[in-house]
Antibody, heavy 119, light 110 residues
């Protein structure tokens, strides 16, 4: 049974950075991509980017390319998403989601991490 | 990239069928058969209900069915039940290798 457990809620001031973790278990993840999806309060899902768990390659939508860093630690089956220069519109629940490489759908999701940006 | 276009809301009575559309471009929806659909109940994590346009993950109700024509994908829910009341999102890979979600549709069971 695959499980993806994310780190807890965070509160940051505008201009700061936040790093969210997602620990996966129950499978061998070398053939997985991990995606980051966010959802602002009352809004829809927004895809941010992915990281290849095997080699660490990553890509993101242009909107976030200057502010998002995705990394992974294969020794503990954990991926990270760091978002910098936070603004109030970054207040959202951030989800990690797993994709078996080349399947192009997200069959496993973390529970979500609420990030609040407020002064 | 802009979100795929979905109707904001769709409603139906129990037992009826409803269809949710998801319109993109030939750079995303129209370029392949890789649209997936997700159901999200309030306060819950999204759940995959359709992948590769029309396939069901194991354990998912076959009352949900997917199709595509040109740049528009569709999700049909047959035999509408109270438990189907949720938000639904389509998602497509793009030619550039990124992904884009639909704007989301709130389904109400009357």
């Amino acid at each position: 049974q695959v499980q993806m457990v994310q780190s807890g809620a965070e509160v940051r001031e505008p201009g700061a950075s936040v790093k969210v973790s997602c620990k996966a278990s129950g499978h061998t993840f070398t053939d997985y991509y991990f995606h980051w999806v966010r959802q602002a309060p009352g809004q829809g899902l927004e895809w941010m980017g992915w990281i290849n768990f095997y080699n660490g390659d990553s890509d993101s939508v242009q909107k976030f390319q200057d502010r998002v860093t995705m990394t992974r630690d294969t020794s503990i089956n954990t991926v990270y998403m760091e978002l910098s220069s936070l603004g109030s519109d970054d207040t959202a629940v951030y989800y990690c989601a797993g994709e078996l490489g080349g399947s192009y759908f997200f069959d496993y999701w973390g529970q979500g991490t609420l990030v609040i940006v407020s002064s | 990239q802009s979100a795929l276009t979905q109707p904001a809301s769709v409603s139906g009575s129990p037992g009826q069928s409803i269809t949710i559309s998801c319109t993109g471009t030939n750079s995303d929806v129209g370029s392949h058969d890789l649209v997936s659909w997700y159901q999200q109940h309030p306060g819950k994590v999204p759940e995959l209900i359709i992948y590769e346009g029309s396939k069901w993950p194991s354990g998912v109700s076959n009352r949900h069915s997917g199709s595509k024509s040109g740049n528009t994908a569709s999700l049909t829910i047959s035999g509408l039940q109270a438990e189907d009341e949720a938000d639904y999102y389509c998602c497509s890979r793009t030619r550039a290798g990124t992904f884009v979600f639909g704007s989301g549709t709130k389904v109400t069971v009357l």
